[in-house]
């Protein structure tokens, strides 16, 4: 059993719909990373959390620490959403990351 | 200063050939971090430098592998003797580590190895 868990695998969604990607992991952390890579390979950093809920535009991500559970939420959907989305945890004690398999999302107009 | 840059962004080499990737990070950035990335798969960590000092390698950087960060600024990633398996997007990261926390962790577009 993979230490970060992401689902869905695939998401499917129409412009405009409110998207939920969910991460569970296994280990205690000290950080939680939200990642977004688009097809030709560069990641870009949404979020790093270790408590509670961040905002940025579009885009909210959650982590509740006794759950071991973060979720990513895109509301208002749009076809450059489309992008695969990674979790990846910092557990505590280590010093890398620990990546999910990630989330492809694709939106269609 | 424009974020993690890794060159090249993609190689092709024959098996057997030796390579070297660069990444310029942050400049004030004083933790760097070379991760691996197969199709379909979530990057893998490789390791990871403090300033020059390189404090961690996994047991996917076999003794082909070698990574340097001479004056704790840019880093070189080395692959002797390449093979087939060896083809991945090579990711290239850096963060302020002060005080047991990360700030600013970045990412660079990655370099895609493709061995022939």
């Known amino acids: 059993k993979n230490e970060v868990e992401q689902s869905p695998q695939n998401l499917t969604a129409q412009e405009g719909e409110f998207i939920t990607i969910n991460c569970s992991y296994s280990v205690g952390i000290s950080a939680l990373h939200w990642l977004q890579q688009h097809p030709g390979g560069g990641i870009v950093s949404l979020f790093m959390l270790s408590s509670g809920k961040k905002k940025h535009g579009r885009l909210i991500a959650t982590i509740n620490i006794q759950e071991k559970h973060s979720s990513l939420h895109i509301t208002a959907s749009h076809p450059r959403d489309s992008a695969v989305y990674i979790c990846a945890v910092l557990s505590g004690g280590s010093e890398k990351l620990v990546f999910g398999k990630g989330t492809k999302l694709t939106v269609n107009p | 200063d424009t974020g993690v840059s890794q060159d090249p962004r993609h190689k092709i080499t024959k098996r057997g050939q030796n390579v070297t990737f660069r990444c310029d990070p942050i400049?004030?950035?004083?933790?760097l971090y070379w991760y691996r990335q197969t199709l379909g798969q979530g990057p893998e960590f490789l390791t990871y430098f403090q300033n020059e000092a390189q404090l961690e390698k996994s047991r996917l950087l076999s003794d082909r592998f070698s990574a340097e960060r001479p004056k704790g600024s840019f880093s070189t990633l080395e692959i002797q003797r390449t093979e087939q398996g060896d083809s991945a997007m090579y990711l290239c990261a850096s963060s302020l580590r002060r005080q047991g926390a990360d700030y600013g962790y970045t990412f660079g577009s990655g370099t895609r190895l493709t061995v022939v």
């Open positions: 400049s004030e950035h004083n933790r």
